[in-house]
């Protein structure tokens, strides 16, 4: 491998963490959203 192909392989690691973080932020906001639209639960 030479280190333009390190390098490459690294540029796409990055923006798969990218990606996967992103869909993580967008997996929280979502859960977020739902649980203030319903409310504290009283089940105990």
Do not use: Y
Not at 14 to 42: H, Y
Request: hydrophobic share 45%; no cysteine; proline share 2%.
């Amino acid at each position: 491998m030479t280190s333009e192909n390190v390098t490459e392989h690294e540029a796409v690691e990055s923006a798969a963490a990218v990606s996967a973080k992103a869909m993580d932020d967008r997996l929280i906001d979502e859960l977020v959203s739902r649980a203030q639209a319903e409310g504290p639960a009283a089940d105990g």
